[in-house]
């Protein structure tokens, strides 16, 4: 099965999430600007990562201006930030994705880092339910 593993990082942890994504199922990794049709065309998984800046979530407009080429795609989008998954503002990132797009992929937040440089939230373990996804997709 072939998966693609797609990401925007500005600030370090969304590419830090990706790489070890990567590491740990067989994909291909590239950047947002690098999207090839061809690659789309023999994936069966696409995964696309972005951090969330200011409240808005670069994957939603990698996805919307691709969705005619991985609509028919398994879609795993992650959303990386420092703020928590019940926080109303992530809610409101969320809720800008698209109802039509949104019943058709699966979403996760992952906290990135935290302006605190004593706590660490960024760890591979927060990746273990995505990859127990793709692992049972196989």
């Known amino acids: 099965m072939r ?13 830090k999430y990706a ?5 740990s199922i067989e994909s291909d990794l590239h950047k947002f600007r690098n999207i090839n049709k061809n690659d789309i065309d023999k994936s ?19 996805i919307k201006n691709n ?3 991985v609509k028919d ?5 992650i959303a990386v930030g420092a703020i928590p998954a019940e926080d109303d503002k992530n809610k409101a990132s ?3 994705i698209p109802d039509d797009i949104k019943d058709k992929i699966q979403f996760f937040k ?8 004593n706590k660490d939230s960024m760890k591979k373990d927060n990746l273990l339910p995505i990859i127990k996804l793709i692992k049972d997709m196989k």
């Not at 998966?3 to 590419?15: P, Q, V």
């Not at 795609?73 to 989008?77: E, P």
């Open 3 to 15: 998966i693609n593993i797609y990401y925007k990082s500005i600030f370090g942890s969304t590419k």
């Open 19 to 23: 790489n070890w994504l990567n590491q």
């Open 44 to 62: 069966q998984i696409i995964i696309v990562l972005s951090g969330t800046y200011a409240g808005q979530m670069p994957l939603i407009n990698f």
């Open 67 to 69: 969705w005619d080429i």
């Open 73 to 77: 795609k398994t879609i795993i989008a």
């Open 94 to 96: 969320y809720d800008l």
């Open 110 to 117: 992952l906290p990135g880092k935290l302006l605190n440089p």
